[in-house]
């Protein structure tokens, strides 16, 4: 008893010991709530300013399945045997990924989540039979890696192919090669698992050199890579568009200021289309946003690319182009 007494002084030490296991105990059972991991998304309104988002892996097995991927190489045209043409395709599947990945880290538009650890948790979770992640398994994924949104997407095309012909007058001949690859994504919302936006990316390459013959000859090394760029770089813009639409930071002198820098996929030289966003349109029997009315208001053609956003010179004469309407490509169909 006497021992109770001498041990008073350090009482304070001791509550504060007990609330300090208290509050530790809490924040385990939050965090196996969470998924184990400890991510959730962050607050609204908590100051973050990007959405966060997750690429899954690219599945290829549709692609497959339908015959819609071929490498024809040679001058027999020889198309790869089904085992070969499955290395090839898992081996683009993904690099494209990973290259998506890397295109959206650099546009600084999204808080990216890391590569491996989204690997770690999709794998973890029950896939479709075509290697694509299950609609109910969309919500509980985003909730473990604490993304706002999920890309999923497949590869719907993919074709290479190589053809010789010779050069009349001459013992020369001319190597054909094409390429193409189309890949299908799906934006999803991974609070609700509901699809917001769905867009095909493409890329496509060509090329004719001289020969000594026709003969099987390995493709250049920078052939895919131009294929891969145009591919991303169209994916990596649609996605962002999907939950940032380019919108206008400032008018002025006849030039807009565009809130897209390097690595979003504008060029100079393109022409845009510029929206003035109305008032919101709501379904009056379902009371379902149907999104707002937009008025064009002018097209500008883009003349320079920083690396935090772009220029664009407006084309015939506008008053005004208010902050914050939207830009969208020319004949990109999105309205």
């Not at 024809?72 to 081996?91: D, F, M, Q, Y």
Request: charged content about 30%; aromatic content about 4%; proline content about 4%.
């Amino acid at each position: 008893m006497t021992r109770v007494g001498a041990a008073r002084p350090r009482r304070p030490l001791v509550v504060a010991a007990v609330l300090l296991g208290l509050a530790l105990s809490q924040a385990g059972a939050s965090a196996q709530e969470r998924g184990g991991d400890g991510a959730e998304k962050p607050p609204v309104g908590a100051g973050a300013t990007k959405a966060s988002i997750a690429v899954l892996d690219l599945s290829f097995e549709e692609v497959i399945r339908s015959k819609k991927a071929r490498i024809v190489r040679g001058p027999a045209s020889a198309e790869l045997g089904a085992g070969e043409l499955r290395k090839v395709v898992e081996g683009e599947a993904t690099r494209l990924t990973d290259e998506v990945v890397a295109a959206l880290v650099k546009s600084r538009k999204l808080e990216v989540i890391e590569r491996e650890r989204t690997r770690k948790i999709t794998n973890e979770q029950i896939l479709g039979e075509s290697g694509e992640v299950l609609p109910t398994k969309a919500v509980e994924i985003g909730k473990r890696l604490g993304a706002d949104y999920l890309v999923l997407g497949s590869i719907a095309f993919h074709e290479i192919s190589e053809k010789f012909d010779s050069i009349p007058g001459t013992n020369r001949w001319r190597r054909s090669l094409k390429a193409q690859i189309d890949v299908d994504i799906r934006l999803v919302d991974s609070t609700t698992g509901r699809v917001i936006d769905r867009q095909r990316g493409h890329g496509a390459h060509d090329s004719e050199e001289p020969s000594n013959g026709p003969e099987a000859l390995d493709l250049p090394g920078d052939f895919m890579d131009t294929v891969h760029r145009k591919l991303v770089e169209d994916l990596a813009r649609k996605v962002i568009d999907g939950i940032y639409p380019m919108k206008v930071l400032a008018f002025t002198d006849d030039v807009i200021t565009i809130n897209r820098g390097e690595g979003t996929g504008l060029v100079e030289g393109q022409w845009v289309e510029i929206f003035m966003v109305g008032e919101e349109m709501v379904d009056p029997d379902t009371g379902e946003t149907l999104g707002s009315e937009e008025i064009k208001l002018c097209e500008a053609q883009v003349i320079a690319i920083l690396p935090k956003y772009s220029k664009a010179r407006v084309s015939g004469r506008v008053a005004d182009v208010p902050r914050g309407s939207v830009v969208r490509l020319k004949g990109s169909g999105r309205k």
